[in-house]
């Protein structure tokens, strides 16, 4: 036996099913831990905190998403093995690094409290570490072991909460929230994920000369390029109104609304895995040009998941100032209303979620960023104009205008893609 077959016998690729159970538990865990940061600073901070820390995130989210390349789906759908997992590193190494760099010019020339900067900074560490855990979970996911990074996320997020908890604790600020983050992910990156990377067989010795090497990384991120400019808008499409928000009402207001629609969370779990878990069976049927398959399977995720966002807007609509009072404090119930409004707007994104997964089937990828790139012109327009004279609530109402126009536009282009019967 060859040494990569024996390797690949002692760590052998887990089913679907098992794959899918694995990355389900993982991500309902790590989504509700990234809840829980939120709940716990806005326990135990004031909300300009809270909006420190929504305003890290939104500034910092879309710098690393872009210069990400979606590097790990590009790695995971590389069956032949093509490109050296080396050259993935190198390439996440440098994009990081740029990302790091532009983090911290924005904190610094930035209009920005004192407070506001070194959130900024601390926050742009963590997702340093996280881009780095991110291109090892291509390398799992690539030979197909899921449970290494749903391994991962359990650590990632029980420990992150916990930590950022207890620098909350004894700071009461988010800049100690988001070392404690650091700390976190750092210890999860170096105990587990990088011991976990002999799962994969061992490479062959690299013996292209430097300039080849460098070629090939290039390649790379070419490849990635247009992915991490969707991911780039589909982060601005999200942060826009509260970038108009801390610009006009400031970090109290921002920390509000940040709040207040962190609990759009429990739904975009549930979306994201019935989207996930249809993915291939729409590609396969769009494939083999099953018109009707395809619309009836996409009619049944579109009807499933409008029942998640109705009875969201219902227990907003019922409950909303009890629901924001028992996780966070009676400052926010105050502002049931607004809740109602961000759950109008989450179950129309829900919809408009499915499309875009719908969209992926079809392998329609150009289309998207003239998609978000619109939907992104018509969340800075309406933010412009209501978030400054209505505050949070005008916020809520540009999320719900993008959401709006996504959904439609995403409807037509699918509708329009389709594929038509094959003739027997």
């Not at 760590?11 to 990234?34: D, E, I, K, M």
């Not at 780095?132 to 197909?144: K, N, R, S, W």
């Not at 359990?154 to 908890?165: E, K, M």
């Not at 983050?181 to 976990?196: E, G, I, K, T």
């Amino acid at each position: 036996m060859s040494e990569g077959a024996a390797e690949r016998a002692a760590f052998p690729a887990l089913s679907l099913r098992v794959n899918f159970a694995w990355t389900l538990a993982g991500t309902v865990v790590y989504a509700a831990c990234q809840w829980g940061v939120l709940v716990v600073l806005a326990k135990l901070c004031s909300p300009e905190e809270v909006g420190n820390f929504a305003l890290a995130i939104a500034v910092t989210s879309p710098i690393f998403l872009l210069s990400n390349l979606q590097l790990r789906s590009i790695q995971a759908t590389d069956a032949r093995r093509e490109v050296r997992f080396s050259d993935y590193l190198g390439v996440r190494a440098a994009g990081t690094t740029v990302s790091c760099a532009i983090s911290l010019g924005i904190a610094l020339l930035g209009n920005f409290p004192p407070s506001a900067r070194a959130v900024i900074v601390t926050v742009a560490l963590a997702k340093a570490v996280e881009s780095f855990c991110d291109v090892l979970y291509g390398l799992f996911q690539q030979h197909e072991r899921m449970d290494c990074i749903a391994i991962s996320l359990f650590a990632r997020g029980l420990l992150g909460l916990w930590l950022v908890g207890a620098g909350v604790w004894l700071g009461r600020t988010a800049t100690w929230a988001a070392a404690g983050m650091v700390v976190a992910w750092s210890a999860v990156l170096f105990f587990h994920d990088l011991p976990a990377r002999t799962i994969a067989p061992e490479a062959p010795l690299d013996r292209r000369p430097r300039p080849q090497r460098w070629r090939d990384r290039s390649r790379v991120a070419m490849t990635g390029v247009p992915l991490g400019v969707v991911m780039l808008l589909v982060s601005l499409n999200q942060n826009i109104p509260r970038y108009f928000l801390q610009a006009t009402r400031g970090e109290r207001q921002l920390g509000l609304f940040a709040a207040i629609a962190s609990i759009l969370t429990a739904g975009l779990v549930i979306v994201n895995a019935l989207g996930q878990s249809a993915s291939p069976r729409l590609a396969a049927l769009a494939a083999h040009a099953d018109r009707a398959g395809f619309k009836a399977l996409l009619s049944k995720l579109l009807l499933g998941v409008a029942s998640v966002g109705v009875i969201g807007l219902i227990a907003a609509q019922l409950m909303g100032p009890t629901i924001l009072r028992l996780l966070f404090t009676p400052e926010y119930a105050a502002h049931a209303p607004v809740l109602v409004t961000i759950m109008v707007a989450g179950a129309i994104g829900f919809l408009a979620s499915i499309l875009g997964y719908a969209m992926t089937a079809l392998r329609i990828f150009k289309a998207q960023v003239p998609l978000f790139a619109i939907t992104c012109l018509v969340a800075a327009s309406w933010a412009w104009f209501d978030a400054p004279r209505a505050g949070i609530a005008g916020a809520a109402r540009a999320m719900v205008a993008a959401a709006i126009v996504q959904a439609i536009v995403s409807a037509v282009i699918v509708l329009r893609r389709i594929p038509a019967e094959k003739r027997p």
